[in-house]
């Protein structure tokens, strides 16, 4: 048989057939190829773990190098810090026993005051010029010799720190180094004494490095810590390449990952030394996982591929005879489930899904074009109903006026003329926005409504700028503040009460601001409001409704608040952008 022999018979079997051997073949070449290039992708992402696994066990490496960097700062501070200075200065000019007994004290309490403050400190020493010492902290004694050994190797030193390390007569770790005399600008370098500063370098690993492994800090040949290492550090070979770092050696028969660094300053080596199976015991099971996992899907995945081919043909034939009864118009059968009324949620079941809902669209799509056509006429009969009754009200407003003229009763005809104008602009919502003198406009017709309801008891005062009229503000905005101001402070009080709105522009934009002198408004009103904290008794425009519109037209940067520091009654004021014009 040849290969068109058998493209021809792959051609012509079933789709559960094509699908069984095509799903058999992709998984097969898959396995194989997964397992060639297995191990190449370990050997690429065990380098990758090594050298990230190093870096994060380095860091605690450089944590207590940064740690000892600040403590030797410390011992510079201490030195230059100038009451210092002058203490051992006049220690060496041979003072008074009670001056020197004066001075020592306060050299005691503030090396005092600077070991209390360090957690990984025994003690802070300095042994003046004439040989006494001076101590604050945990304090030891050291003999002749370990004082001479000390001095000598801070003189080394010139006056730069130096170390001395953790020996079996003291575990700590000593910075050490000579105190020359300098103030401001004279630099005479003459000797003061020696600062001994003695660190608890147990404590400060123990902080800092972590639980996992053990820590090796050495210089040379010396250990400096730990006290008694568990491991003979000259048997760890430094790493082949210096870039990356670390090592996986056997020690005494068991393999460890050693992360080394070298420390630039002081020249140590700090060496972190963890059992390799600790850290990546986890790593070597997930690979060996890896193989056995992959046969297992690659057997349950050719399973599930013969089920799903012998299941694929049948829901096919179901959706082929729905489709024949949707073409004839017979929606209703065409719209049926399937026996057992679930459909799976594969391809041909969200294809059968998506069927049914074409179907159940194209019915409601029928149904509402009709519905719809009727709303229509009913919603144009209403709209061309709804246009008569404002025209119908100013007409009227119009009659009324041309009375009051005719009676000579200039109040009314005043009051009915500012009704009129308010009313069609609160009507007209054609415009939701509109210029800042459109909008006074509507205010002044409403105070003119009101000065005749309340005389001499309403002081109305304008005071916005002419450059700011044509500035864009929401529609119904000052009118419903004013609305406000009348209702919540000249109604709450006998007196006259003056109502202001004012306006002024700053580099961060417009501020408009409606000033009573009546009650007060309480403080965080706004914010209460919105948390619905308190509710407001009016039918009007809320101050939410407005402070909602502004935000919604300019932004969220912008809207109104209440100024808590306005000294008498209330004051409301509305931010704007700047440069918004109509």
Known sequence: MGLRAVLDTYRHMKIKNKLSILITMIIAVSLAFTILIQQYVFSIYDGQIYDKSSRVLNLSSTAIETELKRLQQLSYRILAEEQVQEWLTSLKKNPSDYDRLI????????????????????????????????????????????????????AEGNGENRWIYPDSNDSALIATREIRSFHKTNFDLDYLGTLVIRINIEKLV???????????????????????????????????????????????GEEYFIAQIQSLNTGWTYLNITPFNQIFDRIIFIKEMVVFVFIAIFVVVILLGIRFSYSLTRPIDELMVRMKLAEKGNFEEANLFPPGGQVAMNEIGLLQRSFRFMIERINTLIQENYANRLLIKETEFKALQSQINPHFLYNTLESINWMAKVNRQSKISEMVEALAYLLRHSVDLKE?????????????????????????RLVFRLDVPEELMSRAIPKLTLQPLMENAIHYALESIMEPCEITIRGWSTEDGI???????????????????????????????GLLNI?????????????????????????IILSLPKGQEE
């Open 103 to 154: 001075i020592s004290q306060y050299l005691v309490d503030r090396l005092i005051s600077y070991s209390g403050e360090e957690p990984y400190l025994y003690s802070i020493q300095i042994m003046d010029a004439k040989g006494n010492e001076h101590e604050g902290g945990n304090i030891l004694r050291m003999d002749a010799e370990r004082k001479r050994h000390i001095l000598n190797v801070a």
């Open 206 to 252: 123990r902080d800092i490095a972590p639980e996992e492994g053990d820590v090796l800090i050495v210089s040379d040949e010396h250990v400096i810590f730990p006290k008694e290492p568990s491991f003979d550090w000259s048997r760890i070979r430094k790493p082949m390449d210096a870039g990356k770092g670390y090592e996986i050696q056997k020690i005494n």
């Open 432 to 456: 939701p926005i509109i210029t800042l003198g459109e909008e006074i406009d509507i205010v002044r017709s409403y105070v003119t409504i009101q000065k005749i309801r309340f005389e001499e």
């Open 511 to 541: 501020f408009l601001a409606v000033d009573d002198t009546g009650p007060g408004i309480p403080s965080g009103l706004i914010e209460r409001l919105r948390s619905g904290e308190v509710t407001t008794k009016g039918k009007g425009i």
């Open 547 to 571: 402070d909602d519109r502004i935000k919604l037209a300019f932004g969220e940067a912008y809207g109104i608040r209440v100024d808590e520091s306005a000294k008498q009654g209330a004051s």
